[in-house]
């Protein structure tokens, strides 16, 4: 485990460490302060220095098709969620990889691979985790923090202890390839499965149901005429 202080983010600086002298599997960038965090899609992710969890994961995936690479999403995914419940309730991943806590964003995961041929070589597995910040910016929509859902403080080390058990759980679950087993917690885990609500996409808005997954990570949408759309990331918005 590698604790720094302040850092540009910690995926760039894993990713710096895996280019340099390939930093061992498991190893852990832990920051205090980010000053140029990153989100999905070059979005920025804002935390307050020395309230919440900032950390990216190295690992070396040889054995996963690139055809599947959404696997890792729902291991970290999973592990984050799953932490999350052992202290609050009403926790989901809203696809493909927020954390929410009922319709408030709590946590985001930025995965980012590089590939040899049809396989995954490397990978940086980034969340970051509201857990003591109390105040956001009023630019960041519904945003939330595990102090705010429980009136709790907490212990910065314990979480991060905490945390990497359950990372451990479900990064082993992939390397075992316990893929329906991932999927099957994923699933449990989605925000909005199996549920009638109204989305957007480039034609309009719908009423939608997400009934699955695939394993490249498109969400399924089921339509009210029986038809059934994938769609990938920033392709349809969730309304209502």
Known sequence: MKR????????????????????????????????HGRGQQGNQWQSNKGENILLSLILYPGFLKAIDQFYLSMAISNAVAGF??????????????DIIIGRKKVAGILIENTLSGPFVSTTVAGTGININQDRFSAKLPNPTSLKLETNTPFNLDEVFTALCASLNQYVNMLYNQELVELKTTYL?????????????????????????????????????????SN???KEIAFII
């Open 4 to 35: 720094l202080p302040a850092v540009t983010s910690t995926n760039t600086e894993a990713a710096r460490l895996i280019k340099e002298n390939r930093a061992p599997e498991g190893t852990v960038i832990l920051a205090d302060f980010q000053t």
């Open 84 to 97: 999350l419940l052992n202290h609050t309730s009403l926790v989901k991943i809203k696809w493909p990889n």
């Open 188 to 228: 449990n885990y989605l925000f909005g499965l199996n549920e009638w609500k109204i989305y957007v996409d480039s034609a309009g808005r719908f009423e939608g149901c997400i009934v699955d997954v695939t394993s490249s990570g498109m969400l399924m949408v089921k339509h009210r005429n029986g038809a059934i």
């Open 231 to 233: 769609y990938g990331f």
